[in-house]
T-cell receptor, first 114, second 116 residues
Framework: QKEVEQDPGPLSVPEGAIVSLNCTYS??????FMWYRQYSRKGPELLMY????GNKEDGRFTAQVDKSSKYISLFIRDSQPSDSATYLC??????????????FGRGTQLTVWP | GAGVSQSPRYKVAKRGQDVALRCDPI?????LFWYQQALGQGPEFLTY????????KSGLPSDRFFAERPEGSVSTLKIQRTQQEDSAVYLC??????????????FGPGTRLTVL
């Protein structure tokens, strides 16, 4: 079993819909929780990150972390066709020999149709 | 400013050939990471450099994989005697400070390696 699990989808929604993406994890040492967006044939780019538990909002995007359940979510409001991409969750520790290393989910492919 | 660049963007190798993949990180970035992304999967960590020191190579899948960053800037990932299972996108990422500080990792576009 991988340390980070993510449903690969694909997910297809109409423009304007609210999108919910999520990941579960097994390593309780994870403290940084990130969401990356990856367009086809491109490298991942960071959307948001959260340290420990809680919520964080940035425009149309909201990230939530529930460490008690080992569950993280990304919500996209008023989704746009330009949001169509693969969304990767990623996590890292804040100490120890694995500092800096990112552990990724397999990504969820999202299509927003006009 | 320039981001992380990688070359070549695409590489086709015959099984058994050696390949070398190059990463040019953002200028001044201390940390450099290599990841391997198989088709339909998320990136998997390979190795980490802090300046020229390779501090973590625990993700390298076999002794056929070797990475270096001799002057603390450009890095090369070398794969000897390539196998079909090495086919993947190889991503390089850099971040401003050492890994004991959380920093955004900026990714390059990757090198897509196909081993025939």
């Amino acid at each position: 079993q991988k340390e980070v699990e993510q449903d690969p989808g694909p997910l297809s929604v109409p423009e304007g819909a609210i999108v919910s993406l999520n990941c579960t994890y097994s390593n309780s040492a994870f403290q940084y929780f990130m969401w990356y967006r990856q367009y086809s044939r491109k490298g991942p780019e960071l959307l948001m990150y959260t340290y420990s538990s809680g919520n964080k909002e940035d425009g149309r995007f909201t990230a939530q972390v529930d460490k008690s359940s080992k569950y993280i979510s990304l919500f996209i409001r008023d989704s746009q066709p330009s949001d169509s991409a693969t969304y990767l969750c990623a996590m890292s520790t804040d100490r120890g020999s694995t500092l800096g290393r990112l552990y990724f989910g397999r990504g969820t492919q999202l299509t927003v149709w006009p | 400013g320039a981001g992380v660049s990688q070359s070549p963007r695409y590489k086709v190798a015959k099984r058994g050939q050696d390949v070398a993949l190059r990463c040019d990180p953002i200028s001044g970035h201390v940390s450099l990471f290599w990841y391997q992304q198989a088709l339909g999967q998320g990136p998997e960590f390979l190795t980490y450099f802090q300046n020229e020191a390779q501090l973590d190579k625990s993700g390298l899948p076999s002794d056929r994989f070797f990475a270096e960053r001799p002057e603390g800037s450009v890095s090369t990932l070398k794969i000897q005697r390539t196998q079909q299972e090495d086919s993947a996108v190889y991503l390089c990422a850099s971040s401003l400070r050492a890994a004991d500080h959380f920093d955004e990792q900026f990714f390059g576009p990757g090198t897509r390696l196909t081993v025939l």
